[in-house]
């Protein structure tokens, strides 16, 4: 899930040149991007919906009937702009799952109480669950966005929302420390030198998202780079 504006576009970029750079021979990514103009290359879509927000949930519906197009594929991994994807233990996780009614994400809830899956802690997909998906886009909530549009769908469909998750969220706490959230694997731990995230050993992704400063988001990419691979 991608966007041409700042500072996705930069992300994107730093993406296509540190993790995405690395070939995986059970893996394909797709860069998917709303209404502008960027890079060309036969992995990356710009739709004519428009880039906006609150367009998202429609870009995302367009993405899966896209994605259905494409044969031979398992499994959807749909990771945001903000995260960094380690594409060996993401395949050897996805080879434990179950063939059919895989939806995992990050389970959380707003303040009305309505359960939901989390994006910004990253999507597994099984391919039949995105056939449903699109089999029933006439129930598809586009007023609504991206994340809870799916659980939403997935609630319609009688599909789980507690197949659990596997995901790191890196946050600055000061100037040199970070804190790694580990969510389904690795215990919590704080560092200040980026070989330490070596700790988070089976883990596949990593939200980088710092509201504060953007920037940072490409450097601790850059950083993740250096070190897990």
């Excluded at 939901?116 to 909530?141: C, H, P, T």
């Excluded at 731990?189 to 400063?213: G, P, Y």
Aim: proline fraction near 3%.
């Amino acid at each position: 899930m991608s966007s041409r504006r700042t500072p996705w576009g930069e992300l994107m970029d730093t993406s296509r040149d540190t993790w995405d750079k690395i070939e995986h021979p059970s893996t394909r990514t797709m860069y998917y991007c709303g209404n502008t103009s960027g890079p060309v290359g036969n992995n990356i879509f710009y739709s004519k919906i428009s880039d906006d927000l609150d367009d998202l949930s429609s870009r995302t519906m367009e993405a899966f009937e896209l994605a259905l197009a494409i044969p031979d594929w398992e499994y959807m991994a749909r990771p945001n702009s903000s995260c960094y994807v380690h594409k060996k233990n993401l395949v050897e996780h996805v080879q434990t799952l179950p063939k059919l009614g895989v939806l995992k994400a990050l389970v959380t809830g707003s303040e009305l109480g309505v359960r939901f899956l989390w994006g910004g802690g990253q999507f597994i997909l099984s391919r039949d669950v995105v056939e449903k998906i699109v089999a029933n886009k006439d129930i598809w909530r586009n007023d609504l966005m991206e994340d809870v549009a799916i659980s939403r769908m997935a609630e319609a469909l009688n599909i789980s929302l507690d197949q659990g998750a596997m995901a790191c969220s890196l946050n600055l706490n000061n100037s040199d420390e970070y804190l790694c959230l580990c969510y389904g694997g690795s215990d919590n731990f704080t560092f200040r030198d980026f070989s330490d995230m070596r700790k988070a050993e089976r883990h596949f992704f990593f939200r980088l998202k710092q509201d504060h400063n953007r920037s940072l988001d490409l450097t601790m990419m850059r950083e993740l780079h250096k070190h897990i691979v």
